[in-house]
């Protein structure tokens, strides 16, 4: 009997979708947060580990900025195999370059950097409008997915390359066969009806050709139309492609305007104060060796990025079971976060590396909640017409900030560095 009601709940179609999500989340993040934790070793104690950030997000961030606009106009299944084989081949090039102390240029590791990145933007801004045909439950496992990415990318890096001692190009290059999973979740994990059915009912309601009035409809019309953001059912809405493009792009820009403060400001913040911390302070925050649990100073950065990954894990798997529908507080308190550590960066007030390893996981727990309710509140509140749109445009802000914090952490960190030095503190130096 016990057998029989499991076996009946894994093949259910409401836990293929949770593990398909799930999995989506886990293996599009992964590499961008393995990425990350291998930032010191990428390019080296003398770069600013901003230098990473940006090769790993600005592509990302132009992706979302511009997909949403177009990427309707290809399917899915053609989507997940051009972003699992971007991610491959930019594992691949970072993990067979050789590194930068046997001669290898930093230049080739951050261009397969840059292609994980187009790879794990575009595959964001997909599956987030994928949870539009597959509704709350997926988003809720697409989350948690994506909170389990941070916490086996920097958990599995640390524990290879700090406890197990594993070569860095090793580490790297195992993870470039992750993407597989991808596509097997995709194919044959997914349910494929709900995608089916919408399509099916799209290509039953769009007109096979433009009707007879269409070239002298009135400008009253057309704005008429761009009102209902080109409602498939509407008569008349296939046009002339060239127009029907221009209203269509126009409708969406309208989109996103609305979207700005209720959604996507929260969603800059939090991220601006959280990668700001992560790439510009936390590498700065160090203490003597004598006190902590490490041996050596490079083990503080992977590990204060591992605890991170844990409380973002832990709040992205909130959703069914508790909600924040004010995002901004949360975001503020991210703030008042990059206020503190910033400040004992500087002041060296913290007495001990054990509270700081508590903020961290308190900055993890604040990114997270505002991350996943965001895309919460969307489903919940954003007209089921614009929907899908919202939910991938949204996402361009968790992007947008880590790039202005990108910029923000490449001068604090050298800022903060040669302060501490300055004043006999000169461990930054010693990593």
């Known amino acids: 009997m016990f057998k029989a009601r499991l076996q009946a709940i894994i093949g259910s179609a409401e836990a293929r979708v949770c593990v398909a999500f799930w999995l989506f989340g886990l293996i599009n993040n992964v590499l961008y947060v393995i990425i990350l934790s291998a930032a010191l070793d990428l390019v080296g104690p003398s770069v600013p580990k901003g230098v990473v950030l940006l090769a790993d997000v600005i592509p990302s961030f132009f992706t979302k900025l511009c997909a949403p606009y177009f990427i309707q106009a290809v399917p899915y299944r053609l989507r997940v195999l051009a972003f699992c084989a971007l991610s491959t081949v930019g594992m691949l090039l970072i993990a067979l370059t050789p590194a930068y102390t046997d001669g290898g240029t ?80 995709f194919f044959a994990i997914l349910p494929q009806g709900p995608m089916r059915r919408v399509s099916s009912i799209e ?15 009135s400008v009253d019309r057309e704005q008429d139309e761009d009102a209902g953001l080109l409602n498939p059912t509407r008569k008349g809405g296939a046009g002339r492609a060239s127009s029907s493009w221009i209203a269509r792009f126009r409708a969406n820009l309208r989109r996103a305007s609305n979207l700005f403060f209720p959604y996507m400001l929260p969603l800059l913040l939090v991220y601006i104060a959280e990668y700001t911390i992560n790439q510009g302070v936390a590498p700065t925050l160090l203490f003597s060796l004598a006190g902590t649990p490490f041996r050596h100073f490079r083990a503080f950065y992977p590990t204060y990025n591992a605890i991170y990954q844990v409380g973002v894990f832990i709040s992205r ?17 991210q703030v008042v976060n990059l206020l503190l550590l910033t400040m004992h960066a500087i002041f060296d007030f913290v007495p001990s590396v054990y509270i700081i390893f508590v903020i961290i996981f308190w900055e993890g727990l604040l990114g997270g909640l505002v991350y996943v309710n965001t895309f919460a509140e969307i489903l919940d509140k954003v007209p089921e017409d614009d929907r899908e749109f919202s ?41």
Do not use: N
């Open 391 to 431: 939910l991938g445009a949204t996402s361009v802000s968790d992007s947008g900030g880590i790039c202005i914090a990108g910029f923000l952490s490449m001068a604090l960190e050298v800022a903060l560095c040669a302060f501490q030095v300055d004043h006999g503190r000169p461990y930054c130096k010693k990593l």
């Open 317 to 333: 798997s909130s959703t069914p079971f508790f909600r924040v529908h004010s995002l901004y507080l949360p975001s503020l308190l």
């Open 203 to 217: 290509s039953v309601l769009e007109p096979d050709a433009p009707g007879e009035g269409d070239e002298t409809q």
């Open 106 to 185: 930093i230049s080739t590791k951050m261009a397969g950097v840059i292609l994980a990145s187009l790879s794990s933007g575009g595959g964001e801004l997909s599956f987030l409008g994928l949870t539009h045909f597959y509704g709350p439950l997926s988003l809720a496992a697409w989350g948690s997915g994506t909170g389990a990415a941070g916490l086996v990318g920097a958990g599995a890096y640390a524990l290879a390359t700090t406890a197990l001692r594993m070569p860095v190009q090793t580490a790297l290059l195992a993870s470039s066969f992750l993407p597989i999973f991808m596509i097997v979740s």
